[in-house]
């Protein structure tokens, strides 16, 4: 079946420009999560939905991130006057349910973000 | 605050051989998971291997063994038989067994490892 998928795969943005990243996760799945991972870096948690309710956004490094799942599906990670040091690859996961521990989470390819 | 070191940045090994990689985390829980992901160039995350804290046994898939050392907070990946394919990043993930959803959900990275696969 099809895996978690996200757009646009490259963005270059312009300092201080508004972007919006699309993940869309397999279908079903109940949890996801958005995780940025900078050059040379492992992924860094970002935030963590369950359904439509965003439950933990204790990794979003500032209140330029955004992130929402408004129909417990689609999830969109926005970020307001991007600065250079946004810069990374963005990526996104989904599992079934995110309690249990058994379920595997399934990455896309990721948004490579580019703050010129 | 749970924490994972990989100190191979890059590691380099002969078609066919074996290959280890390190990684060491720091916990105060008892129960909880690690992982060993595959990144290829593509930058699509894959799992390789599960390890649960509670079982002693060494988690094992196909080509691939984990050596589990819970008392040494150490938990390292052999590649047997290694394939050009398995040229890659490799980065060691760690994430609490909790019950509920939350933080416990997501997961803990290594720096990774850039595996080389020499013909």
């Known amino acids: 079946g099809a895996g978690v998928s996200q757009s646009p795969r490259y963005k270059v943005a312009k300092r201080g420009q508004d972007v919006a990243l699309r993940c869309d996760p397999i279908?079903?799945?109940?949890?996801l999560f958005w995780y940025q991972q900078a050059l040379g870096q492992g992924p860094e948690f970002l935030t963590y939905?369950?359904?439509?309710?965003?439950?933990?956004k204790s990794g979003l490094p500032s209140d330029r991130f955004f992130a929402e799942r408004p129909e417990g599906s689609v999830s969109t990670l926005k970020i307001q006057r991007t600065q250079q040091e946004d810069s990374a690859v963005y990526l996104c996961?989904?599992?079934?349910?995110?309690?249990?521990?058994?379920?595997?989470?399934?990455f896309g390819p990721g948004t490579r973000l580019t703050v010129t | 605050a749970q924490t994972v070191t990989q100190s191979q940045p890059e590691m380099s090994v002969q078609e066919a051989e074996t290959v280890t990689l390190s990684c060491t985390y720091d916990t105060s829980e008892s129960d909880y998971y690690l992982f060993w992901y595959k990144q290829p160039p593509s930058r699509q995350m894959i799992l390789v291997i599960r390890q649960e804290a509670y079982k002693q046994q060494n988690a094992t898939e196909n080509r691939f063994s984990v050596n589990f050392q819970k008392a040494a907070k150490s938990f390292s990946l052999k590649i047997s038989d290694s394939q050009l394919g398995d040229a890659a990043m490799y980065f060691c993930a760690y994430r609490s067994a909790g019950n509920y959803g939350g933080s416990q959900g997501n997961l803990i990275f290594g720096k990774g490892t850039k595996l080389s696969v020499k013909p």
């Open positions: 279908s079903g799945h109940v949890s």
């Open positions: 996961a989904s599992s079934l349910e995110a309690a249990l521990p058994t379920y595997e989470q399934y």
């Open positions: 939905f369950q359904n439509e309710a965003q439950l933990d």
